[in-house]
């Protein structure tokens, strides 16, 4: 019988489960009595197990990090274009179709085949994308990267709906992993940038072509990274073949039925709003300014712009903060409850008119540090938030549910993602603003 069914016949009707007075117990508790009757594992198999997941959680958002932390590169090679804008918008545009299609699709294949077709499709494109413009003539060359940017967005929705689904059905602990692995993707990538374009400024690249190796060194290590994940990944599923496989013994093979299945879809919509609805808004105000009007609104900050490295520098800041806030749910009281998560959610979103008009107003703004300020407690929350928002599909979804939220989530996030890249594309051309 299913943990969320209570006293109803032992098919599972989700869409019927309600309280039916104050006296039963609600479906977060039962769902935190679920998780809390799972015996306790040895304290190396659960750091082997955050390690594997935070592994999976860099493969999942390295490829939108590749394409967002090289605007200097795209702008030399594409020159006068906004292709920066571009490549990050092209990337998002397949993104909610694809996890929509993965939330149906999910459990026809077993994870490992979508894993290495994802992983290996990316890996592919991460090689093939510094060479268009070497073979191409410059517009067939552009529209060929774009290409390739959107294939590899409809290669990071599989691969994301598949770490998350995964992560979320194993615990709240390997979401947390994912998630911090997400904002490790971020860090890695741009001080990986930072590394190879100092080789190119300390003359340490032919300067004929220093441009064209330093972005073959960046493509190339982070390929390496995204096949690095592979050998973790099938550890784990070794690890996990034998009590797998007597939990299939013990338990019977579950036939979901299209009208089971949009019951349990109407049942984590229902009693996972907030959350999902706090992911949201987490990344409609992130994407909207990120990397858009953050990396290109340094001429309101002058200690900045006195270098080439700004956007760079600006990056650095962002990814960091963001990756610091991913860890801010580790500190238990500052697990916040869901309303809280959603209402603090709600009020970033504040972050979109105010960059913007920092940066229309930028002759009156002479304040060096408040714009890195702000840059940093922006970064901050949305590692925060966004990682407390996962949280709960492993915290309050009964176990049988929990790989199908975690998908849901993910596409909520790429949603999310795809609509502010358009807002964000928008304000990117308030640079070409003069007066």
């Not at 198999?45 to 939108?64: C, Q, S």
């Not at 990071?156 to 979320?168: C, E, I, K, N, R």
């Not at 809280?340 to 913007?356: F, G, H, K, S, V």
Request: charged share 15%; proline share 7%.
């Amino acid at each position: 019988m299913s943990l969320i069914d209570g006293d109803l016949p032992p098919t599972p009707n989700y869409g019927a489960i309600a309280p039916r007075n104050a006296a039963r117990r609600s479906i977060f508790a039962e769902a935190e009595e679920a998780q809390s009757s799972i015996p306790r594992i040895p304290m190396y198999k659960r750091l082997y197990e955050y390690t594997v997941f935070l592994a999976l959680g860099l493969a999942m958002l390295l490829p939108f990090n590749v394409v967002i932390s090289v605007p200097d590169y795209w702008t030399q090679e594409y020159p006068g274009r906004h292709f920066e804008f571009y490549a990050s918008s092209f990337f998002c545009l397949t993104l909610p179709p694809v996890y929509l299609i993965m939330i149906a699709c999910f459990k026809l294949l077993p994870a490992i085949v979508w894993f290495l077709s994802s992983l290996g499709a990316t890996f592919v494109i991460f090689i093939a994308l510094p060479i268009m413009p070497l073979i191409l003539p410059i517009d067939i060359a552009q529209y060929s990267s774009l290409t390739l940017i959107l294939l590899s967005g409809a290669a990071y929705s599989v691969l994301g709906s598949t770490v998350m689904g995964m992560a979320s059905k194993r615990s709240p602990t390997a979401v947390q992993a994912a998630m911090a692995g997400q904002g490790t993707a971020g860090v890695v990538t741009i001080f990986l940038r930072i590394a190879t374009k100092a080789f190119s400024e300390l003359g340490l690249l032919p300067s004929g072509g220093a441009n064209t190796i330093s972005a073959f060194l960046f493509f190339g290590v982070c390929a390496l990274i995204l096949a690095a994940t592979v050998p973790l990944y099938l550890a784990l599923m070794v690890t996990d073949r034998r009590a797998q496989a007597q939990e299939d013994s013990a338990e019977p093979k579950e036939t979901l039925t299209p009208s089971m299945w949009f019951q349990r879809l109407r049942f984590i919509l229902r009693h996972q709003w907030r959350g999902l609805a706090a992911v949201f808004f987490v990344y409609i105000a992130s994407g909207s300014v990120f990397p858009g009007l953050v990396t290109t609104s340094v001429s309101i900050v002058p200690l900045l712009n006195r270098t080439e490295w700004s956007s760079v520098l600006q990056m650095a800041i962002f990814l960091c903060g963001d990756q610091t806030g991913r860890f801010i749910p580790r500190i238990k009281f500052l697990r916040i409850p869901s309303s809280l998560t959603l209402a603090l959610a709600t009020l970033r979103l504040l972050a979109i008119p105010t960059y913007a008009l920092l940066f229309v107003f930028r002759d009156y703004v002479r304040f060096d540090p408040f714009f890195v300020i702000l840059n940093i407690v922006h970064s901050t929350t949305n590692g925060w938030l966004s990682t407390r928002s996962f949280m709960f599909i492993s915290e309050e979804l009964p176990p049988e549910l929990t790989d199908m939220g975690g998908v849901i989530i993910s596409t909520v996030q790429s949603t999310g993602l795809m609509m502010s890249e358009f807002i964000g594309l928008a304000l990117g051309y308030l640079p070409t603003y003069r007066r």
